[in-house]
């Protein structure tokens, strides 16, 4: 098998990365991580915005391979991290540090995004500090992406462990630096940034005090948690915000095969949905209705909340409207009134070609459809996605690499005893919620969830005017449980300096 993937399959890569459909007929069926909407994350105001002159830039040069000694492991990169001084008490009072643990995009989107740390700077007096994720923004091994993706040789460093060993590093310098060596360090994290911050305390118990996790599905690997778990929220959540608008989803797609089948039906579907370029399968449709009602559902969040507007758009439509027509009503009630909104051009992102490798290598998630969600039912299938995943790479998923290298199983049992100070944060309304934990595994090791909270809301800018008090609450809870274990953290500090 061949490890090196000329310039024409890079270019294919990037095809079929942008245009995978999510579909009944396709394995690849693994919604984005991320703890905000996608187009959020790929917003040029946002990703060209200058930053705060509160944030410091600086770049460390980082260690390509931590767990092997060859020759090519010692090679270097520069790994971009940022700090915010504003609010630290400084390392002579121990005040804490924040660690922001960046995941599958560039950095800049974090910084005016995740609220947690700088809505809770003051209080704690925090040094605060965001580290972007390898092969991202600005943190890119071998000088170049393009370098950096060619082939199953450079981007086998593109994983995991790699990544939180890389936080570790940069951790332990900063309080090298800045000769804070009793500030404790509580690590922050939403969605797979939230599998590593608890994957990081298990990890790295000497490195940080604790950590939060927000939405972070780690249970979803290994058919820990049921294939269909996703989609069963996603549905849950629809029909709660509607029956009529429930039962008018689950109808329309075999009424969108029904009108596709027809002579001319592909154009008749292309002029009802108004898409940007002509639809060559109904497959095109359906999937584009699928990534909407899971967004939706995934960041359904106050004072908007998507789910309720895709519904208020079906089932505000004129009694004389058809199936179609009002599933067409619920897009307008979700995107806004635009010229088109199916097939538009795609924007091949850092992202989506990140996202890719990740889940063809490690973060395999089964994420499939049964019979009993609003969804055409669509199994996951192990043996297709491996496949595919070849194709693309010429390596192999390890699809049970997750369970066996951070654990998974039996995790109340094995973790009760082996860990600590790692809060799981969930809203029940986040499809990946799911995969998520759920219950306290121990007196430090917690699950803190609202009913009606939705993906990493609780680590977004916190708003007086919007936020409900069940969200404040959560909010509320997990500060007072950090405050918790800093204080405890000084009490020990203070009686170890005694001795």
């Known amino acids: 098998m061949s490890s090196s993937m000329p310039s024409l399959q890079w270019l294919l890569l990037i095809f079929i990365v942008t245009s995978i459909p999510v579909s009944a ?49 010692y090679s270097t990169f520069q790994q971009r991290y940022v700090i915010n001084f504003k609010y630290w008490g400084g390392a002579n009072s121990n005040s804490p540090i924040f660690a922001y643990l960046g995941a599958e995009a560039p950095l800049d989107g974090d910084l005016s995004v995740i609220g947690f740390l700088p ?16 092969y991202y923004g600005k943190s890119i091994p071998f000088a170049s992406r393009k370098e950096a993706l060619k082939n199953a040789s450079t981007i086998g460093y593109f994983n995991s462990a790699q990544a939180i060993a890389d936080y570790a590093k940069i ?19 939403g969605s797979y940034g939230g599998m590593l911050a608890s994957w990081f305390r298990l990890k790295y118990p000497h490195v940080a005090l604790g950590a939060l996790a927000s939405s972070a599905p780690i249970l979803y690997f290994d058919n820990i948690t049921p294939q269909d778990g996703y989609y069963s929220v996603v549905t849950r959540d629809f029909r709660e915000a509607s029956e009529t608008c429930y039962r008018t989803i689950f109808k329309s797609w075999s009424e969108i095969d ?26 095109q449709l359906k999937d584009f209705l699928d990534n909407m009602y899971c967004s939706a559902a995934q960041y359904n969040q106050p004072p908007k909340y998507p789910v309720t507007m895709v519904c208020g758009g079906i089932d505000g439509a004129p009694p004389e409207t058809d199936l179609l027509g009002k599933i067409f009503a619920g897009v307008v009630g979700y995107k806004g009134k635009k010229s ?32 009993t969600t609003m969804f055409p039912p669509s199994p996951f299938n192990m043996s ?29 049992l094995i973790l009760q005893r082996f860990s600590s100070n790692i809060i799981f944060s969930n809203g029940l309304r986040d499809p990946y919620s799911s995969g998520g934990v759920l219950e306290n595994i121990s007196n430090s090791v917690v699950a803190v969830h609202t009913v009606n909270g939705s993906h990493c809301l609780d680590i ?13 609450k959560q909010r509320k809870i997990e500060v007072e449980i950090i405050e918790g274990w800093i204080s405890k953290y000084n009490a020990d500090l203070r009686t170890l300096k005694q001795e």
């Open 258 to 283: 029904k009108v596709a089948s027809k002579p001319g039906g592909l154009s008749i579907l292309s002029e009802k949905f108004k898409t940007c370029k002509p639809l060559k399968h109904s497959s």
């Open 460 to 472: 977004l800018p916190a708003n007086s005017s919007t936020d409900p008090d069940w969200l404040v």
């Open 384 to 412: 297709s996605f491996i496949e595919e995943c070849k194709q693309l790479y010429d390596v192999p998923p390890r699809p049970h690499w997750i369970t066996s290298y951070y654990g998974g199983h039996d995790i109340k």
């Open 171 to 189: 951790i332990m310098h900063i309080k090298k630096k800045y000769e804070a060596r009793d500030s404790p360090v509580i690590v922050v994290g």
């Open 119 to 134: 809505d809770n700077a003051l209080r704690f007096k925090a040094l605060l500090v965001y580290i972007e994720h390898r």
């Open 340 to 371: 088109c909104y199916v097939n538009s051009p795609i924007n091949v992102s850092e992202t989506s070609v990140g996202w890719r490798w990740q889940t063809c290598s490690e973060m395999v998630m089964p994420i499939g459809i049964d019979n």
């Open 25 to 73: 007929d396709t394995s690849f069926k693994i919604p984005r991580l991320s703890p905000i909407r996608g187009t959020i994350l790929l917003d040029p105001e946002i990703l060209s915005a200058p930053i705060s002159d509160d944030f410091q830039t600086f770049f460390y040069t980082q260690t390509l391979d931590h767990f092997n000694y060859r020759p090519e492991s």
